[in-house]
């Protein structure tokens, strides 16, 4: 017997073209079969692939195995099949001395193995057979793989007769055994297949602990700020060592798989598939004496740099330069960089850059993770690594899931599913995360263009369809930073802060991209802004995003507590206040217009210099027109602060913030009853004139503490601008590096001292995917104790103006109508008189008349003076009162203050000015009105009776 080499490693030699007549020859029989077998070897495993294609499970019972239906191929081309399901029941040893299978054999002997046997089944030789149960009693189920093996081996018939020897002959004997290894000899004879590794599974995931911000966050500073930050990235720092590291390792693995895809020329030297061993002065000896070439990981890299910069490989340049260093370097270039950057981001204003670039790294990590799952490929599959059996699993697997360790899946062709493609990505992406890790570069001095903002997408995209941040060196990634632009030459169109400067003068839709369609962005970085004057931050964003029209707000939040150096956005007060304010406004105004109507019509109403220019007025008043002038002064001057006081009442609260309008309502009642006392002199009117209540509104002070309220709301919600105040009222604050389509891009600063001066310096950035309106920030963190309204204005008028006065201080006796009271008087006497006389003889005849009808009551003589002497009476106390009410208009004190003795004063040498009214003493003033009253008053009832008699008369 003689065991049969695996076919797909000797190729087959050359074959004859069959004649008529041609006497043939098993050689040149069997060289036909040989070429067309290896033929459709190759078909299968290198147009299809190797592996278990369907089924081939394994069910593992208390007493039984079950191995479903199903079919495979071998790396070696053999199909593999079941078409029903069996079960096994029990095993017994088996022998392969007949094949002589390679990888059974361990320094010339066979390695322990079992085959499982139907019910009924004899074992061969006679060999002992255990039950399946009894079997797993003494051994665990976990720690055995079943496989199936098809043995291969030629065996001489030897069967000619003494007649003919038609049926001599070797026969090729193919069978089919389902054999039990044990874990630990599987582990020996497996090989992973360098494109088929299941290292995806053992890779873990990367995750960056995230800054949290919350209203019991002790964030009132940069320094506190940026102790957030660091404690994130430090941490993360760690978290991404292991990650990396088997990126590392599963990129070394892919380096040996794009070798043997044919990508790379191979050398002569080195086989398709060495073998990597700690020996490599020990060869590895095939089952046909062919020797495998061994070479050792540096041996492997050694070939690749003596032939990667001949190769015109489809990987971008920097790839290929790279190529030589890439086992290794992303977790070596990021825990040796990491400290630096960290201690360069703490001192620039960097913080949330590098935590932002640690997020990339965990995205391109990822991104090139998940790139090789079920990477499992094989462009020219190494017939030796599975030739005559398929590994179906372990008996009992302690895992639900299915393992490739212990089963052989399928191998595809890369042209199925485009697996070449896949591996050449998987490379890409490597190199991305390795040249991501190497480009990071924070240095704003030095390539300062200002703020920009760039359209990209959100973060749920790919990290290649997003904006290259502006934190690496320019062009550092053009060529690595998107696989599907590489693959369709269009590395040109990657959006960029630096766009502008290094993209093509042909593409300005990319170096200018805001000028150009945005429909198919959602969101902008903002960059550029890091490290500088949040007034400038502020303005130079403002214009470009309205020059711009981009759907987004902006607003600043200030780290520190420190009101007055806060900028609202808005001046925002309770509309509330805004009613009331234009009502008080409205009631001010129109009680000034009237003001302003009422003076202009006593300018006019006042007696004209002509009329104050009468005998009677001078000998009065003395120099009336000096009266008149200095009240049309005053009203001048009344007028002008009224004229002043006007343009304040269009103005809104805002506006009005620093103005007040008691010291004007102050200013304009001192003059308004200056007027007032000297208009009175001249008018009258029947009703309270507007000069007498200016004083006593209160609408002006109402104003003010309206506009006071406003004031201190306004200031109150300055702190809603505070960075940890806001967060109260708006939580879940994201940073991105820029704003959502829609959304308010946030603004923090911080201030800072430089140089003696305190500057806002922005320190980094937030944003919400909303709109922040007025009232959402319009709310003060503490409610606001409500000032009473101040009546009264702040400085209190003279007293004097308010005090009451006597009675002969009032209009009437200085009034026009009243200037001639004394000769209406006279005449009044001359009239009493004469009615006097004819009343005589009236009551002459009333007496004669009278002494008839009586008869004896009186005599003549005694009625007739009774009369007369009454009526003598009456005139003589009508006359005495009118007199003492001329004399009686100013008195002089001559005794002390003892009422009743005055010296009389001439009613025609009165002082009207306002200065001689004041020089009255308090006691001269009410034994004034006191006299006045009383003769008003015995005048009155003179007049009664005067009026009486007369009656009788009639």
Same mark, same amino acid.
């Given at each position: 017997?003689?065991?049969?080499?695996?076919?797909?490693?000797?190729?087959?030699?050359?074959?004859?073209?069959?004649?008529?007549?041609?006497?043939?020859?098993?050689?040149?029989?069997?060289?036909?079969?040989?070429?067309?077998?290896?033929?459709? +070897?190759?078909?299968?495993?290198?147009?299809?692939?190797?592996?278990?294609?369907?089924?081939?499970?394994?069910?593992?019972?208390?007493?039984?195995?079950?191995?479903?239906?199903?079919?495979?191929?071998?790396?070696?081309?053999?199909?593999?099949? #079941?078409?029903?399901?069996?079960?096994?029941?029990?095993?017994?040893?088996?022998?392969?001395?007949?094949?002589?299978?390679?990888?059974?054999?361990?320094?010339?002997?066979?390695?322990?193995?079992?085959?499982?046997?139907?019910?009924?089944?004899?074992?061969?030789?006679?060999?002992?057979?255990?039950?399946?149960?009894?079997?797993?009693?003494?051994?665990?189920?976990?720690?055995?793989?079943?496989?199936?093996? #098809?043995?291969?081996?030629?065996?001489?018939?030897?069967?000619?007769?003494?007649?003919?020897?038609?049926?001599?002959?070797?026969?090729?004997?193919?069978?089919?055994?389902?054999?039990?290894?044990?874990?630990?000899?599987?582990?020996?004879?497996?090989?992973?297949?360098?494109?088929?590794?299941? &290292?995806?599974?053992?890779?873990?995931?990367?995750?960056?602990?995230?800054?949290?911000?919350?209203?019991?966050?002790?964030?009132?500073?940069?320094?506190?700020?940026?102790?957030?930050?660091?404690?994130?990235?430090?941490?993360?720092?760690? #978290?991404?060592?292991?990650?990396?590291?088997?990126?590392?390792?599963?990129?070394?693995?892919?380096?040996?798989?794009?070798?043997?895809?044919?990508?790379?020329?191979?050398?002569?030297?080195?086989?398709?598939?060495?073998?990597?061993?700690?020996?490599?002065?020990?060869?590895?000896?095939?089952?046909?004496?062919?020797?495998?070439?061994?070479?050792?990981?540096?041996?492997?890299?050694?070939?690749?740099?003596? *032939?990667?910069?001949?190769?015109?490989? =489809?990987?971008?340049?920097?790839?290929? !330069? *790279?190529?030589?260093?890439?086992?290794?370097?992303?977790?070596?270039?990021?825990?040796?960089?990491?400290?630096?950057?960290?201690?360069?981001?703490?001192?620039?204003?960097?913080?949330?850059?590098?935590?932002?670039?640690?997020?990339?790294?965990?995205?391109?990590?990822?991104?090139? =993770?998940?790139?090789?799952?079920?990477?499992?490929?094989?462009?020219?599959?190494?017939?030796?690594?599975?030739?005559?059996?398929?590994?179906?699993?372990?008996?009992?697997?302690?895992?639900?899931?299915?393992?490739?360790?212990? *089963?052989?899946?399928?191998?595809?062709?890369?042209?199925?599913?485009?697996?070449?493609?896949?591996?050449?990505?998987?490379?890409?992406?490597?190199?991305?995360?390795?040249?991501?890790?190497?480009?990071?570069?924070?240095?704003?001095?030095?390539?300062?263009?200002?703020?920009?903002?760039?359209?990209?997408?959100?973060?749920?995209?790919?990290?290649?369809?997003?904006?290259?941040?502006?934190?690496?060196?320019?062009?550092?990634?053009?060529?690595?930073?998107?696989?599907?632009?590489?693959?369709?030459?269009?590395?040109?169109?990657?959006?960029?802060?630096?766009?502008?400067?290094?993209?093509?003068?042909?593409?300005?839709?990319?170096?200018?991209?805001?000028?150009?369609?945005?429909?198919?962005?959602?969101?902008? +970085?903002?960059?550029?802004?890091?490290?500088?004057?949040?007034?400038?931050?502020?303005?130079?964003?403002?214009?470009?995003?309205?020059?711009?029209?981009?759907?987004?707000?902006?607003?600043?939040?200030?780290?520190?507590?420190? +009101?007055?150096?806060?900028?609202?956005?808005?001046?925002?007060?309770?509309?509330?206040?805004?009613?009331?304010?234009?009502?008080?406004?409205?009631?001010?105004?129109?009680?000034?217009?009237?003001?302003?109507?009422?003076?202009?019509?006593?300018?006019?109403?006042?007696?004209?210099?002509?009329?104050?220019?009468?005998?009677?007025?001078?000998?009065?008043?003395?120099?009336?027109?000096?009266?008149?002038?200095?009240?049309?002064?005053?009203?001048?001057?009344?007028?002008?602060?009224?004229?002043?006081?006007?343009? #304040?009442?269009?103005?809104?609260?805002?506006?009005?913030?620093?103005?007040?309008?008691?010291?004007?309502?102050?200013?304009?009642?001192?003059?308004?009853?200056?007027?007032?006392?000297?208009?009175?002199?001249?008018?009258?009117?029947?009703?309270?004139?507007?000069?007498?209540?200016?004083? &006593?509104?209160?609408?002006?002070?109402?104003?003010?503490?309206?506009?006071?309220?406003?004031?201190?709301?306004?200031?109150?919600?300055?702190?809603?601008?505070?960075?940890?105040?806001?967060?109260?009222?708006?939580?879940?604050?994201?940073?991105?590096?820029?704003?959502?389509?829609?959304?308010?891009?946030?603004?923090?600063?911080?201030?800072?001292?430089?140089?003696?001066?305190?500057? =806002?310096?922005?320190?980094?950035?937030?944003?919400?995917?909303?709109?922040?309106?007025? &009232?959402?920030?319009?709310?003060?963190?503490?409610?606001?104790?409500?000032?009473?309204?101040?009546?009264?204005?702040?400085?209190?008028?003279?007293?004097?103006?308010?005090?009451?006065?006597?009675?002969?201080?009032?209009?009437?006796?200085?009034?026009?109508?009243?200037?001639?009271?004394?000769?209406?008087?006279?005449?009044?006497?001359?009239?009493?008189?004469?009615?006097?006389?004819?009343?005589?003889?009236?009551?002459?005849?009333?007496?004669?008349?009278?002494?008839?009808?009586?008869?004896?009551?009186?005599?003549?003589?005694?009625?007739?003076?009774?009369?007369?002497?009454?009526?003598?009476?009456?005139?003589?106390?009508?006359?005495?009162?009118?007199?003492?009410?001329?004399?009686?208009?100013?008195?002089?004190?001559?005794?002390?203050?003892?009422?009743?003795?005055?010296? !009389?004063?001439?009613?025609?040498?009165?002082?009207?000015?306002?200065?001689?009214?004041?020089?009255?003493?308090?006691?001269?003033?009410?034994?004034?009105?006191?006299?006045?009253?009383?003769?008003?008053?015995?005048?009155?009832?003179?007049?009664?009776?005067?009026?009486?008699?007369?009656?009788?008369?009639?």
């Amino acid at each position: 017997m003689e065991n049969i080499p695996v076919k797909l490693k000797v190729p087959p030699p050359p074959f004859n073209y069959f004649e008529d007549n041609q006497v043939l020859t098993a050689t040149q029989l069997n060289n036909a079969i040989r070429y067309f077998d290896y033929q459709d +070897r190759l078909t299968r495993t290198r147009l299809i692939g190797a592996g278990i294609v369907c089924g081939l499970k394994v069910l593992f019972g208390t007493s039984d195995i079950t191995v479903t239906k199903g079919c495979g191929l071998t790396s070696d081309g053999d199909i593999i099949s #079941l078409p029903q399901d069996l079960t096994y029941v029990q095993l017994t040893a088996f022998d392969d001395s007949k094949a002589q299978y390679l990888p059974f054999r361990n320094e010339e002997k066979q390695i322990p193995l079992f085959e499982l046997m139907v019910k009924g089944a004899q074992s061969p030789g006679n060999q002992e057979i255990t039950p399946i149960n009894t079997f797993f009693s003494q051994n665990a189920a976990a720690d055995y793989v079943v496989l199936l093996y #098809l043995s291969q081996f030629l065996e001489d018939t030897d069967i000619c007769s003494s007649v003919d020897c038609d049926n001599k002959g070797i026969l090729q004997q193919n069978n089919l055994h389902a054999l039990l290894i044990s874990k630990a000899d599987y582990e020996r004879i497996h090989q992973d297949p360098d494109c088929c590794s299941e &290292q995806y599974f053992d890779m873990p995931d990367a995750f960056v602990p995230r800054v949290i911000f919350n209203p019991a966050s002790d964030v009132f500073n940069y320094n506190n700020f940026k102790k957030q930050y660091q404690t994130a990235i430090e941490e993360t720092s760690k #978290l991404l060592a292991k990650p990396l590291g088997m990126a590392d390792d599963l990129a070394k693995a892919l380096q040996k798989c794009y070798l043997q895809s044919g990508e790379v020329p191979q050398s002569p030297a080195v086989n398709i598939r060495p073998v990597l061993t700690d020996n490599p002065t020990r060869p590895v000896t095939e089952g046909t004496g062919t020797v495998r070439p061994v070479a050792t990981a540096a041996t492997l890299n050694t070939e690749l740099i003596s *032939r990667i910069s001949t190769l015109g490989l =489809r990987l971008p340049a920097s790839l290929v !330069a *790279r190529f030589r260093n890439l086992s290794g370097a992303a977790a070596a270039d990021f825990q040796s960089r990491m400290p630096e950057l960290l201690k360069a981001a703490l001192e620039t204003y960097g913080i949330q850059y590098l935590y932002d670039f640690i997020k990339d790294v965990a995205v391109a990590y990822t991104e090139f =993770r998940e790139a090789t799952f079920d990477l499992c490929q094989g462009c020219c599959i190494a017939p030796e690594l599975f030739p005559k059996h398929l590994a179906l699993g372990l008996v009992q697997d302690p895992s639900e899931d299915i393992s490739c360790r212990y *089963r052989q899946c399928f191998i595809e062709s890369p042209i199925l599913n485009n697996k070449d493609e896949q591996l050449r990505k998987a490379l890409y992406l490597y190199n991305r995360l390795v040249q991501i890790i190497q480009s990071y570069e924070y240095n704003p001095s030095q390539r300062d263009q200002g703020v920009r903002v760039t359209p990209t997408v959100n973060t749920e995209r790919p990290l290649g369809e997003k904006s290259i941040p502006y934190y690496f060196k320019p062009q550092s990634l053009i060529e690595e930073w998107d696989y599907e632009r590489y693959r369709r030459r269009a590395i040109d169109t990657h959006l960029n802060y630096f766009a502008a400067e290094n993209a093509p003068e042909t593409m300005p839709h990319i170096r200018q991209p805001l000028d150009y369609d945005l429909d198919k962005y959602n969101f902008f +970085r903002i960059e550029g802004h890091v490290g500088k004057s949040y007034e400038n931050v502020y303005s130079q964003l403002d214009k470009l995003r309205e020059g711009k029209d981009l759907p987004f707000e902006i607003m600043g939040l200030q780290l520190d507590a420190i +009101r007055n150096f806060i900028i609202p956005k808005w001046e925002y007060h309770p509309p509330y206040l805004d009613v009331l304010h234009e009502m008080n406004k409205y009631k001010l105004t129109d009680y000034l217009d009237k003001m302003k109507g009422f003076n202009d019509d006593l300018e006019l109403k006042m007696p004209t210099e002509i009329e104050l220019a009468q005998p009677g007025v001078s000998n009065y008043y003395g120099n009336a027109k000096d009266i008149r002038s200095k009240a049309v002064d005053k009203k001048k001057e009344l007028d002008k602060e009224i004229a002043d006081i006007k343009p #304040l009442l269009n103005l809104n609260i805002s506006q009005l913030k620093t103005m007040d309008f008691a010291p004007a309502h102050e200013s304009i009642a001192m003059k308004a009853a200056v007027l007032n006392n000297g208009a009175k002199l001249l008018t009258r009117t029947a009703l309270s004139t507007p000069l007498q209540n200016i004083a &006593q509104i209160h609408t002006p002070a109402l104003l003010d503490w309206i506009k006071n309220l406003a004031v201190d709301t306004s200031e109150a919600i300055k702190d809603s601008y505070i960075f940890m105040n806001f967060l109260k009222d708006n939580p879940s604050l994201l940073h991105n590096a820029g704003v959502q389509k829609g959304g308010t891009f946030l603004i923090v600063y911080a201030i800072v001292n430089t140089n003696n001066r305190n500057e =806002r310096i922005v320190v980094g950035d937030f944003y919400v995917p909303y709109i922040v309106q007025p &009232q959402q920030v319009a709310k003060p963190n503490t409610p606001l104790p409500i000032k009473p309204i101040k009546v009264m204005p702040v400085r209190p008028l003279p007293a004097h103006i308010f005090d009451l006065v006597p009675d002969i201080k009032k209009p009437p006796i200085l009034n026009l109508d009243f200037i001639n009271i004394k000769d209406k008087l006279d005449k009044d006497i001359l009239t009493v008189n004469g009615l006097f006389t004819d009343l005589k003889a009236t009551v002459n005849e009333k007496v004669l008349d009278v002494n008839t009808r009586l008869g004896t009551l009186a005599t003549k003589g005694e009625v007739q003076s009774l009369v007369t002497d009454n009526m003598l009476n009456v005139a003589r106390d009508y006359k005495q009162n009118f007199d003492s009410v001329v004399q009686v208009i100013k008195t002089r004190d001559v005794t002390g203050g003892v009422k009743g003795q005055f010296e !009389a004063a001439n009613f025609g040498k009165m002082e009207l000015d306002e200065a001689a009214i004041k020089s009255l003493s308090a006691n001269e003033m009410e034994v004034m009105a006191a006299n006045y009253r009383d003769s008003l008053a015995k005048l009155e009832q003179n007049r009664t009776d005067f009026k009486n008699f007369n009656f009788i008369k009639r």
